[in-house]
């Protein structure tokens, strides 16, 4: 009889076990299902956001952008009001588009884009390069000329790393180069003031372009290069050692091909600085007029801008593709190295036009 209960006992023992081990077997698999669930709504949620911050800001009017930033703070509109409002527009847009600034982001969705960086480093190469004609030329009357005092802090702030996160971030260092732009512009357009001048000369702008058709040379070799091809050295080679095998192999060149998981990253670098260099001519269409006219460069400066408007055109395709030259799929790079020779060779053209007597 004891036994008997002993056994019966032990049976229900052994049930409740099995019903606990069933709960928790349950137990744990709702839990499971309930991360899983959360990690694909966090995946999902971040897939759109990062698709909503990967779209390219639109172009806006740069005439009508310091009109009303002028008749908002009451300035006039002097030479130079306008290149340095679209410069202080151009650079604001990498900090206020939808995102912020994403370069230096360290947490999803931020941390998986790389196209959008890439344009944001385009942008920024073509402010750097205004910031500094701005400190260098364009508001030095000659070369023995004092430098403005807040160019001299607005260039440096931009030469910052795009890169960081903290002490001091990105974004806080471009602002304050920002806020240097905007004191400037505040003594340009105060006509009490003559401590801020803005020179609009043939050579000033010259030196700026120069600058520009650099960038746009290099730009177009690094988006032809998708394909890869064998390019001759073009340094200056000692006529003395013109003979020797090493010499001979120095000239012959090597393959050059830019890296497979690069090439998106030109085609977006090449696209920011497009959308940059647009504006910024804009602007100097609107200041330099003058001289443009004289010089009968009117027309030259147009027909770049719609060169760079062009590489601006919408991409339909879900990623970059890298077809060969007359292959069965296009060669996006190849596409975009069109348009930036061309306003490339623009840009040349124009430098001798503005060299003319």
Do not use: C
Request: hydrophobic share 45%; glycine share 8%; no cysteine.
């Amino acid at each position: 009889m004891l036994d008997w209960k002993n056994r019966t006992a032990g049976a229900r023992d052994g049930a409740a076990d099995s019903v606990d081990n069933v709960r928790s077997y349950f137990a744990g698999g709702w839990a499971m299902r309930v991360f899983g669930g959360l990690l694909g709504l966090y995946l999902f949620a971040a897939l759109l956001v990062g698709w909503y911050w990967s779209q390219e800001p639109e172009q806006f009017s740069v005439q009508q952008r310091a009109e009303a930033a002028a008749q908002a703070r009451g300035h006039k509109l002097v030479n130079g009001y306008t290149t340095v409002e679209t410069l202080k527009q151009v650079a604001g847009t990498l900090l206020d588009k939808p995102g912020g600034y994403l370069s230096n982001d360290l947490a999803p969705p931020g941390l998986w884009l790389d196209n959008m960086p890439s344009w944001e480093f385009g942008v920024l190469v073509q402010v750097r390069d205004m910031s500094r004609a701005l400190r260098k030329d364009f508001t030095r009357s000659q070369s023995q000329s004092t430098e403005d005092p807040d160019l001299a802090k607005a260039e440096p702030r931009f030469h910052f790393d795009n890169k960081s996160w903290a002490l001091p971030a990105s974004e806080a260092e471009y602002g304050e180069g920002i806020k240097s732009l905007n004191r400037y512009l505040n003594r340009l357009a105060d006509p009490a003031r003559s401590d801020a001048q803005f020179y609009t000369r043939a050579d000033n702008l010259n030196n700026w372009l120069g600058d520009a058709a650099t960038r746009l040379g290099s730009l177009s070799q690094r988006l032809s290069a998708s394909v890869g091809q064998v390019r001759l050295n073009t340094a200056v080679v000692d006529p003395a050692l013109a003979g020797s095998v090493a010499q001979a192999d120095f000239i012959e060149g090597v393959n050059y091909e830019t890296p497979w998981l690069q090439i998106d990253n030109v085609f977006y670098e090449a696209r920011g600085q497009a959308w940059a260099l647009a504006h910024l001519l804009r602007a100097i269409e609107v200041d330099f007029a003058d001289v443009l006219a004289k010089k009968n460069a009117t027309v030259s400066v147009r027909q770049i801008i719609r060169e760079l408007e062009a590489a601006q055109e919408t991409l339909w395709s879900p990623m970059i593709l890298n077809g060969s030259g007359y292959g069965l799929l296009a060669n996006h790079s190849l596409v975009m190295a069109n348009y930036i020779s061309r306003a490339n060779a623009g840009l040349i053209d124009l430098r001798q036009l503005l060299s003319q007597g």
